[in-house]
C-alpha cells in the first residue's frame, strides 16, 4: 500500500475522469476527477459532483482527487479546504498559475489547510530551478504530464526522482504493462491514465497488485548500471572499480567511503547482514531479485529468506540510504 499524505492507495494507478462524465470501475488506486476550471464553476459544484459519487456509492475503495485550477487564489483555497475535509487528493494543474513564485506561494496556503496536494505540470515548465525549490516545499506529489513525449517520459521521471523530493506521479501513454513498469522502475510512486479504456484500467491495476504481492517493492528502480534512479544504489556492490556508481554517489552527495559504511550500518542486525557464499559475503551488495544469479539464491534459501522479504528489506535500505543525503 502507498501512503501520500492521508491518501492510502492500494496499487499504482490513478485513473483520470472527466467530472462530466466520471468512469470508474474502482480498481484503480487513485480515482481523480478532472476539469474542474474554478474561473468557470464554483466549488460548491465541485462539492455536489463528490455527493453524486457517494450515492453511486463509487469508485469502491479507490481514494479520490480533484483536479483544478483558477487564476484567482481564493477558489483554490476553498477547493482545498473541500477537499481535505473529504480527505481527497487537490491536483493543482500549473496552466492558469503561470508564474513559479505564484506556484510556491500557493503551496503553502494550500498546505495549510491540511489538504493532500499534487501539481500537474509538463516538462517544459518544470526547470531545474523550479524542481529544487519544489523539494523544500511542503507538496506532496508532482505530477507529471508526460503525454506526447514518444519516450522520453522515463528519464524525465529519473530526473525528478533524484532530486528526492515529493513523491511523483507519472501522466503518460500507456498501452501495456511494461509502460507502466518503466515509469515505476525510474522512480515514479503512481502512474496516471487520462482515457484509457475502463477495462484495460482494471487489468493494468489487477496486474500491478499481483506484481507487488510477488516482488515486494512494485516501483523497484533498475539497477545504477542500468540507468536507474538513485534507489537503485541499494543494489550496488562495493565502489571498488570504476563504474556508474561513482556517478550515481557524487549525485547523492556521498563519498564512497560513506556509502560502504552507511551501507553495512543499515544492514547491522537486519538479514541483509547475512549472505555467506555470495560475491561480497552480504546480501546488502547483492542486486535486484529479477536479475538471475544463483549465488545468491542459494544464500537466500539457506537464510530462510524469500525473494519477497529480501526485496521489502532492500526498499527500507534504499531509503535509509538516499534520508537526509
Not at 529544487?132 to 506532496?140: G, H, N, V
Not at 544463483?294 to 537464510?303: K, Q
Request: one cysteine or more.
Amino acid at each position: 500500500m502507498l501512503e501520500v499524505g492521508y491518501l492510502r492507495l492500494d496499487n499504482p494507478i490513478a485513473v483520470i475522469s472527466s467530472y462530466h462524465n466520471p468512469a470508474s470501475n474502482g480498481a484503480a488506486g487513485l480515482f481523480l476527477l478532472d476539469g474542474f476550471d474554478l474561473d468557470d464553476v464554483s466549488v460548491s459544484v465541485v462539492e455536489s459532483c463528490l455527493r453524486d459519487l457517494d450515492r453511486m456509492n463509487e469508485p469502491d475503495g479507490a481514494a479520490i482527487g480533484l483536479s483544478v485550477t483558477c487564476s484567482t487564489d481564493e477558489p483554490l483555497m476553498e477547493a482545498a479546504r473541500l477537499a481535505s475535509s473529504r480527505l481527497c487528493l487537490l491536483d493543482l494543474k500549473f496552466t492558469k498559475i503561470g508564474d513559479p513564485l505564484r506556484l510556491l506561494d500557493l503551496i503553502s496556503q494550500l498546505k495549510r489547510t491540511g489538504v493532500t496536494l499534487s501539481v500537474r505540470i509538463r516538462p517544459e515548465d518544470l526547470t531545474d530551478d523550479l524542481l529544487r525549490c519544489l523539494k523544500e516545499t511542503d507538496l506532496d506529489l508532482i505530477h507529471l504530464d508526460l503525454r506526447g513525449l514518444n519516450g522520453a517520459g522515463p528519464k524525465i521521471v529519473k530526473k525528478a526522482a533524484d532530486e528526492r523530493g515529493p513523491a511523483i506521479m507519472a501522466l503518460a501513454d500507456v498501452g501495456e504493462f511494461d509502460d507502466a513498469k518503466k515509469l515505476l522502475s525510474m522512480g515514479a510512486d503512481v502512474v496516471s491514465l487520462r482515457g484509457a479504456d475502463p477495462e484495460f484500467a482494471e487489468w493494468l491495476s489487477g496486474a500491478m497488485k499481483e506484481y507487488d504481492s510477488i516482488i515486494g517493492w512494485c516501483n523497484a528502480p533498475k539497477h545504477i548500471c542500468a540507468g536507474g534512479d538513485l534507489r537503485g544504489l541499494a543494489f550496488c556492490c562495493p565502489p571498488v572499480k570504476h563504474c556508474a556508481v561513482l556517478g550515481a554517489l557524487k549525485r547523492a552527495g556521498m563519498t564512497p567511503e560513506e556509502f560502504v559504511e552507511r551501507k553495512l550500518c543499515l544492514a547491522k542486525g537486519t538479514p541483509l547482514e547475512k549472505g555467506d557464499g555470495t560475491c561480497f559475503g552480504s546480501f546488502v551488495w547483492c542486486c535486484k531479485i529479477t536479475k538471475p544469479c544463483y549465488l545468491r539464491d542459494a544464500a537466500l534459501s539457506r537464510a530462510g529468506l524469500s525473494g519477497k522479504e529480501y526485496m521489502t528489506l532492500k526498499k527500507k535500505l534504499a531509503e535509509g540510504l538516499l534520508k537526509n543525503s
